[in-house]
């Protein structure tokens, strides 16, 4: 095992951290919440990651996405999370996909080569496709509910889709999944009350500390 995870195989042993070396992992998504946790999987050692999100950094990014400098706005997001992994790990395998997730682009993907898969988009529709294709392969996967308009990290909790409480994207999301028989989904979710803005524009606020810590959780 190289050095740089000498601490890491400290605390989960040598065979543990073999399968982590030889785990593939997709990340879709890689925003507020998805950029740090492809940032977590990097530095535990993950040795294989697909990353895909079709968007570009802009200035609004600056304030909560691990992606988000200065020095790259207008790139798009899965090509500066690759330099930062490969940074961190010259010796994994990362591969980039441009793609805006939903379900007339979800064919462009095989679920069933990947260990475990992460949920990190937005819209409502590519999350239940997504949850949808990982079930039909048994591949396991877990979604992040609705980070934005929240302030409070502590209350992120890890639960069934079904168990969750206050959280409207989650409501949304288990209304529709029960429609299609999926059964059972490994989320994370805040049990704090969206705050209003008091801006009146319709997407929601954010910070650099809330949905950080959600993509932490989910690593």
Known sequence: MNEMYERTQMLFGNENMEKIKNSYVAVFGVGGVGSFACEAL??????????????????????RQLVALTSTLGHYKVDVMKD??????????????????????????????YDYIIDAIDTVAGKIELVVNADKVK??????????????????????????????????????????????????????KPIKSETGVRYPGSNSFTPSVAGLIIA
Do not use: H, W
């Not at 990097?42 to 304030?63: E, M, W, Y």
């Not at 930062?84 to 080569?113: C, G, H, Q, W």
């Not at 502590?154 to 409501?171: N, R």
């Open 84 to 113: 930062r992994i490969l940074d961190i790990n010259p010796n994994a395998e990362v591969n980039t996909y441009k793609t805006f997730y939903l379900p007339e682009t979800a064919n462009e993907f095989y679920f069933s080569k």
């Open 139 to 192: 591949t396991p996967i877990i979604s992040s509910m609705g980070a934005g308009n929240k302030v409070n990290p502590e209350m992120f909790e890890v639960a069934d889709i079904y168990k969750t409480s206050v959280c409207p994207l989650a409501k949304a999301m288990r209304t529709q999944l029960k429609k299609l028989g999926i059964k059972k989904l490994k989320v994370v979710y805040s049990k704090e």
């Open 42 to 63: 990097a530095r535990a050692g993950i040795g294989k990651l697909d990353l895909i999100d079709n968007d570009v950094v802009s200035p609004t990014n600056l304030n």
